[in-house]
């Protein structure tokens, strides 16, 4: 899949990344993880805590799949709102979803106060503005069922808003106790980590093909290597649908720009997170040398060459669109791009096990918070591989015949 296509901010934060070797004999593990982006670093990571023989391999370098394009809010809302979850789901299985998105939250920031490279992990608050007046009553709802179960969320008035940022809206939900960092030291971190426990890591290693038997599996490389797995989490992204179709994910494409270092940030209170209830939303962030990223003005496309014909005019609006929050900070786009972006239709994310697919876990950790989904449905797995199950993996698992 030609995933993304423009100028990466991430990659260029961090030129001395660890490298890690291809492929070059047959081998056999205990646990084969396709994909090293940040969600095979993740199932590495927690996979390493265990007596296992772990082996991860990625067809790039490690941290260019979609992990280098990732703007890295950490939310435990989604696109998909909570009342909206509630509709589909039920209350239970809505605010347990909505729980262990918040626990992944912590998981990340545990998982980097202890890794040796530093993935910038700052906690930061969220402002959910109301972009219209459905917005107002969306938020509305959103804030009964978060305060009910008793996540910390206040509801702003316009003035309110007013008196914080340099803009106004008519009502924003606060959130507290989300995150940011940044994806491709994160990616490198855990993964370095996990490598020093012993899990064997293989970059520039091609998945092309697969043999799968009642008790074990066994995948070949492009260049004609053989990897024998009990078990295997395909964890390839978006590229995870080359290997297995699935009807409730869907592609379309994002758009995003980093711009140049800032010298203050006194009109943007504590740095939030910004976003808002319009779908597709504009969402905005800092990094940790000052910079702003704008994302949004999603689009349905699923062409490549048309998704990157309109990077340059959607760079342009992005920051049209900054100016009318922040008309006083001066910015100027230095890195953009265009990527496919996975969602699900009914906006859980989920683990696919599929009679096809023997001995095989795909994680399609697709949606808005991609990192933090990825983060709880890599814990689940670990106890789906090492004890067989887990309390919370029926939410999220899609078992075909
Ligand atoms: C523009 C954009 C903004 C985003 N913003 C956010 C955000 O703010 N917050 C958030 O939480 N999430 C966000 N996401 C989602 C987030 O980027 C993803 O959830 C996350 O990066 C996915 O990581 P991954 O490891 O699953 O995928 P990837 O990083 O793509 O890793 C999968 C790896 O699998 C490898 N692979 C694929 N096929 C094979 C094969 N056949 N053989 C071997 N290896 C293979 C690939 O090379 C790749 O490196 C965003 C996504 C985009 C595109």
Redesign the pocket.
């Given at each position: 899949m030609d995933?993304?296509s423009g100028k990466f901010y991430w990659p260029t934060t961090f030129p001395n990344k660890p490298t890690y070797p291809m492929l070059e004999e047959d081998i056999k593990c205990d646990v084969l993880i396709?994909?090293?982006?940040?969600?095979?670093?993740q199932c590495a990571h927690y996979l390493s805590e265990a007596d296992l023989d772990v082996v991860v391999?990625?067809?790039?370098q490690?941290?260019?799949?979609?992990?280098?394009?990732?703007?890295?809010?950490?939310?435990y809302l989604g696109d998909k709102m909570l009342f909206e979850l509630v509709n589909s789901f039920g209350e239970d299985k809505a605010i347990l979803h909505t729980k262990l998105c918040e626990e992944a939250i912590n998981d990340i920031e545990k998982q980097s106060m202890s890794m040796e490279i530093d993935s910038e992990f700052t906690r930061r608050d969220s402002l959910y503005f109301a972009s219209d007046k459905h917005g107002v009553e969306k938020l509305k709802k959103e804030h009964h069922y978060l305060e009910k179960h008793g996540f910390k969320v206040d509801l702003l008035s316009e003035i309110q808003i007013s008196e914080r940022y340099p803009f106004r809206k008519e009502l924003a939900l606060y959130t507290y106790d989300d995150g940011e960092l940044n994806?491709f030291k994160y990616?490198h971190g855990l993964l370095k980590e996990a490598h020093k426990k012993g899990v064997s890591i293989y970059e520039q290693?091609?998945?092309?093909g697969k043999k799968l038997e009642k008790d074990k599996a066994t995948f070949y490389t492009e260049n004609g290597h053989s990897i024998e797995a009990g078990q295997v989490i395909i964890?390839?992204?978006?590229?995870?649908l080359?290997?297995k179709k699935e009807k409730n994910a869907l592609i379309t494409s994002?758009?995003?720009v980093v711009t140049n270092p800032v010298t203050e940030f006194t009109d943007w209170y504590k740095q939030t997170l910004i976003w808002e209830t319009a779908r597709p939303y504009m969402?905005m962030?800092t990094t940790k040398d000052n910079r702003i990223i704008i994302?949004g003005l999603d689009d349905n496309t699923t062409y490549p060459e048309d998704r990157d014909s309109k990077i340059i005019h959607k760079k342009d609006k992005l920051i049209e669109e900054f100016n009318k929050f922040f008309p006083n900070i001066q910015v100027h786009p230095e890195y953009y791009?265009g990527?496919?972006?996975?969602g699900t239709h009914d906006g859980l994310p989920l683990i696919g096990k599929y009679e096809e697919f023997p001995n095989c876990f795909f994680?399609f950790?697709?949606?808005?918070?991609?990192?933090?989904?990825?983060g709880a449905l890599s814990k689940i797995l670990k106890d789906v591989i090492i004890k067989g199950t887990h309390s919370s993996l029926s939410l999220y698992l899609k078992e075909l015949e």
């Open positions: 995933l993304q396709i994909g090293g982006g940040s969600s095979g670093a391999v990625d067809k790039r490690i941290g260019e799949g979609s992990t280098s394009t990732n703007t890295a809010l950490l939310q994806p990616n290693t091609n998945i092309t964890a390839a992204g978006y590229e995870g080359e290997f994002a758009y995003s969402y962030r994302g791009l990527a496919f972006y996975g994680l950790a697709y949606g808005d918070n991609g990192l933090v989904y990825s």
